[in-house]
């Protein structure tokens, strides 16, 4: 399926609390909405980057030409993957998009943590180290080229607590 979106790495600003930033992320569910991971310039008390903010298209001032057409992967959502490096199973309920181009999936199992009664924990996977119906295997050499030209991105991606479960814009009705 083919999404239109604003390209990540846009500088741009935030209506609402008019902090200038760039969009490092997006994140897709089930109901094809889409929020944008806005990282705002500057560095807090501490000297670490200010907080993310996870915004929708319509807080931000950009221009016509920060989108893009991104081919998404719509049809493995709701369906069974399971990440091949840890067996990891469940439901794949949204897509991560990342500023290098790589789709991460989150997956929900089904059922409660024996130890806490609670439903378990969603966690996300790169897409190419999950296999499930809709999900297409890459050869050895496919693997390796889309891992050097798309690199995964590692720490500090996702917030705690969990990233936020509704969309407030939907791009397909």
């Known amino acids: 399926m083919q999404v239109r979106v604003l390209k990540l ?11 200038e930033g760039t969009l490092t992320h997006w994140l897709m569910g089930m109901d094809k909405g889409i929020n944008y991971f806005f990282q705002p310039k500057g560095l807090d008390e501490d000297s670490q980057p200010v907080e993310k903010l996870y915004l929708e298209k319509d807080r931000l001032n950009v221009k016509e030409t920060d989108f893009e057409i991104v081919d998404v992967p719509f049809e493995i959502l709701g369906t069974a993957v399971t990440s091949k490096s840890s067996g990891f199973t469940g439901m794949a309920i949204q897509f991560l998009y990342s500023i290098n181009g790589c789709f991460h999936v989150f997956i929900q199992p089904s059922g409660l943590s024996a130890k806490t009664k609670t439903a378990i924990k969603k966690h996300d996977f790169d897409l190419r180290d999950c296999t499930g119906k809709k999900i297409t295997e890459l050869s050895e050499r496919e693997l390796k080229d889309s891992r050097q030209q798309k690199p995964s991105p590692t720490g500090g991606v996702l917030p705690q607590p969990e990233l936020p479960t509704s969309f407030t814009r939907r791009l397909i009705p």
């Open 9 to 19: 790495g846009t500088v741009c600003r935030d209506k609402a609390t008019d902090l």
